[in-house]
């Protein structure tokens, strides 16, 4: 396999097929639905949360085998079934019609791989081991959880309010530019995180209020 190409996918009402309906299933559908898709789920047998989920109508179950004919109209497919064979079946379908395809029991057969996932706010750090170890890029995803705190979001939300009205009110490309540095050098981080607020007000106004033009 050669290098994976990282991508951020916009699920937001897209219909993605999960075929299985176990712990992994259950897993990969909380993602998922976190990010807004749609869920198709075919299975005999699902967990508690599943039946949950399909119950207060959040996903589309279908209590049954897979059918080839599930695929129509999918965005993204999961097969997640604890049975090789149909996973492979599931994958080779998927093949046949370009759709992409994760295979929980064999990354040879994925076209793509779920990473490890920090999220902070509108910041999120996936973390990949190109399907080597999953286990180590969980550690990971532990490690950076304590490096990368709930200010983060705080920050981001803040650097978007600004960048919105930095762009509106200030025509030169080079001070923009020096504004947008400026808020990402600064200490504001710091500040967020032992709740400065006033502090933060004060290097917000700083940094653009001499530039309007
Ligand atoms: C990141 C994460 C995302 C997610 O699924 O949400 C994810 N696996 C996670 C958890 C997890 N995985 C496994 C366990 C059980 C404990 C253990 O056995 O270790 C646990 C639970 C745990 O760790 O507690 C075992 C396992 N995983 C795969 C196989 C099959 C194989 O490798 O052949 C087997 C062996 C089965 C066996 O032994 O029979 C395959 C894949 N798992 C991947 C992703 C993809 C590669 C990611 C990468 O590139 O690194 C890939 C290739 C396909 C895919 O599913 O996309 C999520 C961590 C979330 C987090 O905690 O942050
Ligand atoms: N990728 C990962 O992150 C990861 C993690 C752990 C395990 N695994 C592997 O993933 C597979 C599934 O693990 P699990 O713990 O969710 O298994 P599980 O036993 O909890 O669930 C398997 C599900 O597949 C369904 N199923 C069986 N045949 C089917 C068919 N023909 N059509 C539709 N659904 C069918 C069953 O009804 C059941 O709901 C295993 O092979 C396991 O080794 C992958």
């Known amino acids: 396999m050669g290098n994976l190409y990282p991508i951020y996918l916009n699920l937001e009402g897209q219909l993605c097929l999960v075929v299985g309906g176990g712990k992994v299933a259950e897993r990969k559908i909380g993602s998922l639905l976190e990010c807004g898709a749609r869920v198709r789920l075919v299975s005999p047998q699902v967990t508690d949360q599943i039946k949950k989920w399909a119950d207060l109508g959040q996903i589309e179950l279908l209590q049954r085998e897979y059918r080839p004919s599930d695929l129509t109209g999918s965005f993204l497919v999961f097969a997640t079934t604890d049975n090789a064979e149909v996973n492979c079946q599931v994958a080779r379908d998927c093949g046949e019609r370009h759709l992409p395809v994760n295979v929980a029991d064999n990354p040879t057969h994925c076209s793509f791989f779920v990473p490890s996932v920090i999220r902070r706010g509108k910041l999120s750090i996936a973390i990949s081991t190109g399907g080597s170890s999953p ?79």
Do not use: M, T
């Open 135 to 213: 286990k180590l890029a969980a550690k990971i995803r532990r490690q950076l959880e304590s490096q990368f705190g709930p200010e983060y979001a705080e920050f981001l939300d803040l650097l978007s309010d600004v960048r919105r009205q930095v762009l509106a009110d200030v025509e030169d490309i080079g001070q923009r530019q020096a504004i947008f540095y400026s808020l990402v050098e600064s200490d504001i981080l710091d500040l967020l995180k032992n709740k400065k607020y006033d502090q933060v007000k004060e290097r917000l106004k700083n940094a653009y209020s001499g530039y309007r033009s």
